[in-house]
């Protein structure tokens, strides 16, 4: 589903950019559209959020699929 994969690629943003945080203290977002205040960076945030959100709908339905083949 194109869905789960765009929820997956905004994920992975949002991870990369948290593990730059962490090690770096660079917020790569941030960086390349004008700080954290921004709109283009605030928008990006939420995306990312919303697609960490939807990636939580994974967890079920991969739970879903083995317990329907168990059956």
Known sequence: ?????IAL?????GA????SIGLFQFDIVARIFGGQD??????????V????????????RARERFSSQDE
């Open 49 to 60: 959020a919303l697609g960490g959100i939807w990636c939580i709908s994974l967890l079920f």
């Open 1 to 5: 589903m194109i869905m789960d994969r």
């Open 38 to 47: 921004a709109l283009v960076s605030r928008v990006i945030y939420t995306l």
């Open 9 to 13: 690629l905004l994920t992975i943003v």
């Open 16 to 19: 990369l950019n948290w593990g």
